[in-house]
């Protein structure tokens, strides 16, 4: 298990991490997200030794990762898939990885097939897409075979099939029992892929629990609901007295009376809950002839729950 206890990064008069805790439990995909400027990248830097933090530590299974004997055997991670030397080869990176952590030259064939790179091995990095970086930073990652791994935005790149090849190797690797700590800006990714969520802001936690837990915390959605023509303002009174925001879709006053249709109003109710609706009306003695809820998404209830803590916004 990765736990991260009271974390703060400062520089200078800005802080980037601010006494953030949380865990990563094993057997896991836990997704971190938060908007650009949060202390997520920052965050998984400091885990793995490469930023030293103001206060507070990040260990794993108890074992602050600058006092781990093999770091690598234990912490596998891809932070920047930009970092390799551009005249060496996907093997020449591996091969001097399994020389630090003491492992048979077999293991680097085994990860390059892992990640479809084979074919590809002795060519020089420097001529490498985004995307093939990408899966040769996942083989650096996974090359001691670790217990916990960390992943920093690992589908940047990726074509949809190299996308969907991501999600189901980071699933592999959680049924596999790892730890696993992956950020992206790809929500509906991360709905796909993650068990449970951190979500951070300004440096700070917001909130964390499982996709559906966060989901049902989201703001609600929007409603659409069908009432007979005659009652469309004093259903549009209602909900408004409530709060809600109201737009007529269809129907209602100057439609055509010859019309079945037009005998029937479409509403379109923002930020509201069809239950509450139903409630409202049924307490008003209000006819309702149709009640639709859209799903929340996470995109939905990310935004909702970020709304406070987004450090760059265009106007």
Known sequence: ?????????????????????????????????????????????????????????????????????????V???????????????????????????????????????AVGLSGVATKRVGGFSLGMKQRLGVACALMGNPKHVLLDEPVNGLDPEGVHWMRERIRALAADGCAVLVSSHLLSEMELTADRLIVVGKGALIAEGTVEEFLSRGKAGTVEVEVLAEDVFRAVGLLEAEGLRVSVVSGGAGSDASSSAAKKALLRVDGAVADDIARLALNNRLLITGLSAKKVSLEDAFLDTTAGSVVYQAN
């Open 1 to 73: 298990m990765l736990e991260i206890r009271n974390l703060t990064k400062t520089y200078r008069a800005q802080t980037a991490v601010n006494d953030l805790s949380f865990t990563v439990p094993d057997g896991q995909v836990t997704g971190f997200l938060g908007p650009n400027g949060a202390g997520k990248s920052t965050t998984m830097r400091m885990a793995v030794g490469l930023e030293r933090p103001t206060s507070g530590e990040a260990t794993f299974d108890g074992v602050p990762f600058r006092k781990l004997d093999n770091p690598g055997r």
């Open 75 to 113: 912490v596998g991670s891809l932070l920047d898939a930009t970092w390799f030397h551009p005249g060496r080869s996907a093997y020449q990176h591996l091969a001097i990885l399994a020389d630090l952590m003491r492992l048979p030259e077999t293991r680097i064939e085994e990860c390059l097939e």
